[in-house]
Protein backbone atom coordinates (compact mmCIF):
# COMPACT_ATOMS: atom_id res chain seq x y z
CA UNK A 1 0.00 0.00 0.00
CA UNK A 2 1.56 3.11 -0.63
CA UNK A 3 1.85 5.92 1.85
CA UNK A 4 0.88 9.52 1.67
CA UNK A 5 2.76 11.36 -0.90
CA UNK A 6 3.93 15.16 -0.15
CA UNK A 7 5.96 17.72 -2.93
CA UNK A 8 8.15 19.07 -2.96
CA UNK A 9 10.30 17.93 -0.21
CA UNK A 10 11.97 21.22 0.56
CA UNK A 11 11.52 24.97 -0.43
CA UNK A 12 13.57 27.87 0.25
CA UNK A 13 11.80 31.29 -0.28
CA UNK A 14 12.06 34.84 0.42
CA UNK A 15 9.87 36.48 2.55
CA UNK A 16 6.41 37.92 1.19
CA UNK A 17 6.92 35.43 -1.60
CA UNK A 18 4.16 32.58 -2.30
CA UNK A 19 4.25 28.70 -2.20
CA UNK A 20 2.63 25.65 -2.09
CA UNK A 21 2.22 22.23 -1.63
CA UNK A 22 0.84 19.20 -2.87
CA UNK A 23 -0.50 16.23 -0.66
CA UNK A 24 -1.57 12.72 -2.43
CA UNK A 25 -3.54 10.94 0.19
CA UNK A 26 -3.65 7.24 1.08
CA UNK A 27 -6.11 5.88 -1.37
CA UNK A 28 -9.42 5.53 0.16
CA UNK A 29 -8.52 7.80 3.15
CA UNK A 30 -11.49 10.15 3.68
CA UNK A 31 -9.95 12.51 6.10
CA UNK A 32 -6.98 14.40 5.34
CA UNK A 33 -4.77 17.00 7.38
CA UNK A 34 -2.41 19.28 7.49
CA UNK A 35 0.08 20.41 10.42
CA UNK A 36 2.40 22.72 10.77
CA UNK A 37 5.91 21.55 12.74
CA UNK A 38 8.21 23.87 14.17
CA UNK A 39 11.53 22.79 15.02
CA UNK A 40 11.74 21.17 18.52
CA UNK A 41 8.10 21.09 18.56
CA UNK A 42 4.90 18.48 18.25
CA UNK A 43 3.04 19.50 15.00
CA UNK A 44 0.23 21.95 15.09
CA UNK A 45 -2.82 20.72 13.56
CA UNK A 46 -3.99 23.46 10.25
CA UNK A 47 -6.94 22.52 8.82
CA UNK A 48 -8.73 19.09 8.83
CA UNK A 49 -10.72 18.09 5.85
CA UNK A 50 -13.50 15.22 5.29
CA UNK A 51 -13.88 14.17 1.93
CA UNK A 52 -14.26 17.28 0.50
CA UNK A 53 -15.35 19.62 3.42
CA UNK A 54 -13.71 21.53 6.18
CA UNK A 55 -14.18 20.14 9.32
CA UNK A 56 -11.55 22.05 11.35
CA UNK A 57 -9.76 25.19 10.45
CA UNK A 58 -9.17 27.17 13.96
CA UNK A 59 -5.88 27.04 14.07
CA UNK A 60 -5.13 28.27 10.05
CA UNK A 61 -4.13 31.63 9.77
CA UNK A 62 -6.29 32.89 7.29
CA UNK A 63 -5.55 35.96 6.19
CA UNK A 64 -1.86 34.30 5.00
CA UNK A 65 -2.52 30.49 4.61
CA UNK A 66 -5.15 28.65 2.25
CA UNK A 67 -5.85 24.89 1.63
CA UNK A 68 -8.07 23.17 -0.72
CA UNK A 69 -9.11 19.70 -1.46
CA UNK A 70 -10.52 18.93 -4.93
CA UNK A 71 -12.44 16.16 -5.77
CA UNK A 72 -11.51 14.94 -2.07
CA UNK A 73 -8.49 13.02 -3.48
CA UNK A 74 -5.47 15.47 -3.51
CA UNK A 75 -4.96 18.51 -1.35
CA UNK A 76 -2.71 21.65 -1.93
CA UNK A 77 -1.68 24.20 1.01
CA UNK A 78 -1.05 27.87 -0.04
CA UNK A 79 0.92 30.11 1.81
CA UNK A 80 0.66 34.08 0.81
CA UNK A 81 2.79 36.03 1.65
CA UNK A 82 5.28 33.83 3.98
CA UNK A 83 6.88 35.20 6.81
CA UNK A 84 10.10 34.22 8.52
CA UNK A 85 7.99 32.75 11.10
CA UNK A 86 6.26 29.93 8.87
CA UNK A 87 9.63 28.29 8.03
CA UNK A 88 8.88 24.97 9.30
CA UNK A 89 7.88 21.26 7.85
CA UNK A 90 4.42 21.22 7.00
CA UNK A 91 2.78 17.36 7.34
CA UNK A 92 -0.01 15.77 5.42
CA UNK A 93 -1.76 12.82 7.30
CA UNK A 94 -5.00 10.88 6.12
CA UNK A 95 -6.83 8.55 7.87
CA UNK A 96 -10.14 6.01 6.81
CA UNK A 97 -12.52 8.01 8.74
CA UNK A 98 -13.21 10.49 11.18
CA UNK A 99 -13.14 8.48 14.51
CA UNK A 100 -11.18 9.31 17.57
CA UNK A 101 -9.78 5.98 17.03
CA UNK A 102 -8.12 6.07 13.81
CA UNK A 103 -4.69 5.92 12.90
CA UNK A 104 -3.31 8.64 11.31
CA UNK A 105 -0.41 8.45 8.61
CA UNK A 106 1.60 11.09 8.24
CA UNK A 107 3.55 11.76 5.02
CA UNK A 108 7.45 12.83 5.03
CA UNK A 109 7.02 16.52 5.31
CA UNK A 110 7.98 19.58 3.31
CA UNK A 111 10.41 21.44 5.04
CA UNK A 112 9.92 25.42 4.29
CA UNK A 113 12.53 28.12 5.04
CA UNK A 114 11.79 31.33 4.53
CA UNK A 115 14.70 33.99 4.26
CA UNK B 1 -7.05 23.61 28.12
CA UNK B 2 -5.96 20.61 26.37
CA UNK B 3 -1.97 20.00 26.62
CA UNK B 4 0.14 17.03 26.90
CA UNK B 5 3.53 17.32 28.54
CA UNK B 6 6.81 15.00 27.97
CA UNK B 7 10.12 14.51 29.75
CA UNK B 8 12.63 14.60 29.22
CA UNK B 9 13.50 17.05 26.32
CA UNK B 10 16.39 14.86 25.34
CA UNK B 11 17.84 11.76 26.45
CA UNK B 12 21.05 9.92 25.73
CA UNK B 13 21.75 6.18 26.26
CA UNK B 14 24.20 3.47 25.27
CA UNK B 15 23.08 0.48 23.04
CA UNK B 16 21.80 -2.18 24.52
CA UNK B 17 20.56 -0.18 28.07
CA UNK B 18 16.82 0.55 28.33
CA UNK B 19 14.90 4.06 29.10
CA UNK B 20 11.78 5.49 29.81
CA UNK B 21 10.24 8.64 28.34
CA UNK B 22 7.45 10.28 30.71
CA UNK B 23 4.08 11.92 29.11
CA UNK B 24 1.34 13.90 31.29
CA UNK B 25 -1.61 14.66 29.72
CA UNK B 26 -4.80 17.37 29.75
CA UNK B 27 -7.07 16.24 27.03
CA UNK B 28 -10.95 16.05 27.51
CA UNK B 29 -12.92 14.48 26.42
CA UNK B 30 -10.12 11.72 26.21
CA UNK B 31 -10.36 8.86 23.61
CA UNK B 32 -6.85 7.67 23.33
CA UNK B 33 -3.59 7.94 24.09
CA UNK B 34 -0.56 7.50 21.52
CA UNK B 35 3.05 7.41 20.85
CA UNK B 36 4.87 8.11 17.72
CA UNK B 37 8.09 7.65 16.96
CA UNK B 38 9.62 10.35 14.32
CA UNK B 39 12.78 9.75 12.24
CA UNK B 40 14.94 12.84 11.41
CA UNK B 41 13.28 13.95 7.92
CA UNK B 42 10.41 11.96 8.40
CA UNK B 43 7.03 11.95 9.40
CA UNK B 44 5.61 10.38 12.77
CA UNK B 45 4.86 6.47 12.83
CA UNK B 46 2.08 5.05 15.43
CA UNK B 47 3.91 3.37 17.63
CA UNK B 48 0.94 2.37 19.65
CA UNK B 49 -2.63 3.60 20.54
CA UNK B 50 -4.34 2.94 24.21
CA UNK B 51 -7.51 3.67 25.14
CA UNK B 52 -8.65 4.24 28.93
CA UNK B 53 -9.53 0.63 29.85
CA UNK B 54 -5.89 0.15 28.68
CA UNK B 55 -2.99 -0.17 31.06
CA UNK B 56 -0.38 -1.76 28.77
CA UNK B 57 0.12 -1.97 25.46
CA UNK B 58 3.34 -3.80 23.64
CA UNK B 59 5.57 -3.15 19.86
CA UNK B 60 8.04 -5.53 19.97
CA UNK B 61 10.66 -3.62 22.29
CA UNK B 62 8.11 -1.01 22.66
CA UNK B 63 5.62 -1.36 25.87
CA UNK B 64 3.60 1.99 26.75
CA UNK B 65 1.50 2.23 30.04
CA UNK B 66 -1.18 4.19 30.90
CA UNK B 67 -2.65 5.30 34.06
CA UNK B 68 -6.04 7.30 33.30
CA UNK B 69 -6.46 8.07 36.86
CA UNK B 70 -3.54 10.36 37.18
CA UNK B 71 -3.58 11.03 33.69
CA UNK B 72 -0.02 9.31 32.93
CA UNK B 73 1.92 7.86 30.22
CA UNK B 74 4.96 6.16 29.48
CA UNK B 75 6.89 4.42 26.66
CA UNK B 76 9.72 1.94 27.92
CA UNK B 77 12.47 0.79 25.18
CA UNK B 78 14.31 -2.36 25.86
CA UNK B 79 17.34 -3.42 24.66
CA UNK B 80 17.92 -0.39 22.85
CA UNK B 81 19.20 0.05 18.87
CA UNK B 82 21.06 2.98 17.02
CA UNK B 83 17.66 3.05 15.53
CA UNK B 84 15.95 3.81 18.15
CA UNK B 85 17.76 7.30 17.87
CA UNK B 86 14.30 9.18 16.81
CA UNK B 87 12.10 11.90 18.52
CA UNK B 88 9.33 10.14 20.02
CA UNK B 89 5.87 12.03 20.36
CA UNK B 90 3.17 11.42 23.22
CA UNK B 91 -0.25 12.25 21.30
CA UNK B 92 -3.69 12.97 22.72
CA UNK B 93 -6.90 11.98 21.00
CA UNK B 94 -9.98 14.11 22.08
CA UNK B 95 -13.59 13.29 22.09
CA UNK B 96 -15.64 11.80 18.99
CA UNK B 97 -13.46 13.81 15.91
CA UNK B 98 -10.09 12.32 17.25
CA UNK B 99 -8.20 15.85 17.02
CA UNK B 100 -4.83 15.18 17.88
CA UNK B 101 -2.88 16.80 21.09
CA UNK B 102 0.89 16.36 20.09
CA UNK B 103 3.43 17.07 22.95
CA UNK B 104 6.56 18.13 22.22
CA UNK B 105 8.26 15.35 21.75
CA UNK B 106 11.36 13.84 23.47
CA UNK B 107 14.70 13.28 21.58
CA UNK B 108 16.37 10.18 21.81
CA UNK B 109 20.14 9.56 21.03
CA UNK B 110 21.18 6.20 21.36
CA UNK B 111 24.91 5.80 21.19
CA UNK B 112 27.36 2.94 20.37
Known amino acids: EAGVAQSPRYKIIEKRQSVAFWCNPI?????LYWYQQILGQGPKLLIQFQNNGVVDDSQLPKDRFSAERLKGVDSTLKIQPAKLEDSAVYLC?????????????FGPGTRLTVL | KNQVEQSPQSLIILEGKNCTLQCNYTVSPFSNLRWYKQDTGRGPVSLTIMTFSENTKSNGRYTATLDADTKQSSLHITASQLSDSASYIC???????????FGQGTTLQVKP
Open chain 1, 93 to 105: ASSPRQRSDNEQF
Open chain 2, 91 to 101: VGASGNTGKLI
Open chain 1, 27 to 31: SGHAT
